[in-house]
C-alpha cells in the first residue's frame, strides 16, 4: 500500500465575490507532498497561493474539493473540528513569524504546544536546540533579530511535530547566511518525516524543494 500522504489538496476551487465582481482565486488546484518531501509553490502576486495556503491550513473552506491531512480530511467539517486538526497535524509558519511579541521564545512554543492537546510533543529544550535558540529561551520576542525571529517561529510552527508544515515566506528579508540556515533547519525536517509546502519567490528555497509547483490564475501551471 501506498504511504499516506503528509498533504493532499483535491481539486480545489475558491471563489471571492466583492462589488458584483466574482474572482476565481484558486480553479482546481490540486497537489500531493509525501512526509519528508518539500514542494515549494510559486506564482506571481495574485496567482492564488495566499488563497491556497489557507484552504490547506483549514483557515478558509474551499468552494470545491478537498484537503486531507495524514490522510484525515480537513475540509467540509465544522470549524472545531478544523481547529482540532490543525492543532494536532500542521505547522503554520506565517510572514508574521508566529510569535507573540511580549511572550518569551520558550513562552511562545509552550502557547503552541498547550493547543496540542495530543502527546508524543517535541521537548521544548529539544525544539530550541534544533533552531539553535537554547540561549535565547527568555529572550522576548520583541528583543530578536531578524534571523533569530525566522528561527524562533519556526520552532513554534513545529512545536507539534505536524505530519505538514506550511510555510509563507519562510527566508523572506533575511540575508544570506540566514537564509542558509533556514533552509538546512527546513531540510533537516523535512529528513525527519515531515512533509513541507514552501510558498516562495526565493531561487534558494526553490533550489532545496523536491519539487516545484508554479500557480497561474488560480491554477497549476504544466
Ligand atoms: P497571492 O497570494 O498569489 O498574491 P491571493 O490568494 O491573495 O494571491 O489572491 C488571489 C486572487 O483572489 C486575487 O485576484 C485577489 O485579488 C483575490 N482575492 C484574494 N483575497 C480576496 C478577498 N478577501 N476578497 C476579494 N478578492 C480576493
Do not use: W
Not at 72 to 84: K, S, V
Amino acid at each position: 500500500m501506498d504511504k499516506v500522504a503528509a498533504l493532499e489538496a483535491q481539486d480545489l476551487y475558491r471563489f471571492y465575490r466583492a462589488g458584483g465582481e466574482e474572482t476565481l482565486a484558486l480553479r482546481g488546484v490540486s497537489l500531493t507532498v509525501a512526509p519528508g518531501e518539500v514542494l515549494a509553490v510559486v506564482g506571481p502576486s495574485g496567482s492564488g497561493k495566499s488563497t491556497l495556503l489557507s484552504c490547506l491550513a483549514g483557515l478558509d473552506e474551499p468552494a470545491g474539493g478537498r484537503v486531507l491531512v495524514g490522510g484525515e480530511q480537513l475540509t467540509h467539517r465544522p470549524e472545531a473540528d478544523r481547529a482540532r486538526i490543525r492543532a494536532r497535524r500542521i505547522g503554520v509558519l506565517m510572514q508574521t513569524r508566529n510569535l507573540v511579541a511580549h511572550l518569551t521564545v520558550a513562552q511562545n512554543i509552550r502557547l503552541a504546544q498547550q493547543l496540542n492537546l495530543e502527546s508524543g510533543v517535541l521537548g521544548r529544550e529539544e525544539l530550541l536546540e534544533g533552531v539553535g535558540l537554547r540561549d535565547r529561551a527568555n529572550a522576548y520576542a520583541s528583543e530578536l533579530s531578524g534571523g533569530e525571529l525566522a528561527r524562533a517561529g519556526l520552532a513554534v510552527a513545529l512545536a507539534n511535530t505536524p505530519d505538514v508544515l506550511l510555510a509563507d515566506e519562510p527566508t523572506g528579508e533575511l540575508d544570506g547566511a540566514v537564509e542558509t540556515s533556514i533552509l538546512e533547519l527546513l531540510r533537516a525536517r523535512a529528513t525527519a518525516g515531515t512533509g513541507l509546502l514552501i510558498v516562495t519567490h526565493s531561487p534558494a528555497v526553490v533550489r532545496v524543494a523536491d519539487s516545484v509547483i508554479h500557480l497561474r490564475d488560480g491554477q497549476v501551471a504544466a
